[in-house]
Nanobody, 122 residues
Framework: QVQLVESGGGLVQPGGSLRLSCAASGRTASSNTGAWFRQAPGKEREFVAA????????SYADSVKGRFTISADNVRNTVILQMNSLKPEDTAVYYC???????????????WGQGTQVTVSS
């Protein structure tokens, strides 16, 4: 089992920045990929970004490319999502996920955090 705990959400004005963290514990060696998804009210959960913990390969949704950066700290088993130039449409609950392969398919991630709210509003 892998436990994931997100932190760093909150309220920010348009154009601002937030940094989300996802700390993993447990049998982390079984999961090689860390990812972030988000879900806005009334919408389906969507892929945001993912990173391979060992190789460093990354993948981003088109809607966040150039604004968000995902990184990994293998010593602390933590995945970071740096979000810049935030827009109101980025408002959602952000979920951390862990899986074995780098993919945008949420069905292929076995472990999930509880989610953290990000609100972009003036």
């Amino acid at each position: 089992q892998v436990q994931l705990v997100e932190s760093g959400g909150g309220l920010v004005q348009p154009g601002g920045s937030l940094r989300l963290s996802c700390a993993a514990s447990g049998r982390t060696a079984s999961s090689n990929t860390g990812a972030w998804f988000r879900q806005a009210p009334g919408k389906e959960r969507e892929f945001v970004a993912a990173i391979h913990m060992s190789g460093g390969a990354t993948s981003y949704a088109d809607s966040v490319k150039g604004r968000f950066t995902i990184s990994a700290d293998n010593v602390r088993n933590t995945v970071i999502l740096q979000m810049n130039s935030l827009k109101p449409e980025d408002t959602a609950v952000y979920y951390c996920a862990a899986g074995r392969i780098l993919t945008k398919d949420n069905n292929l991630y076995r472990y999930w955090g509880q989610g953290t709210q990000v609100t972009v509003s003036s």
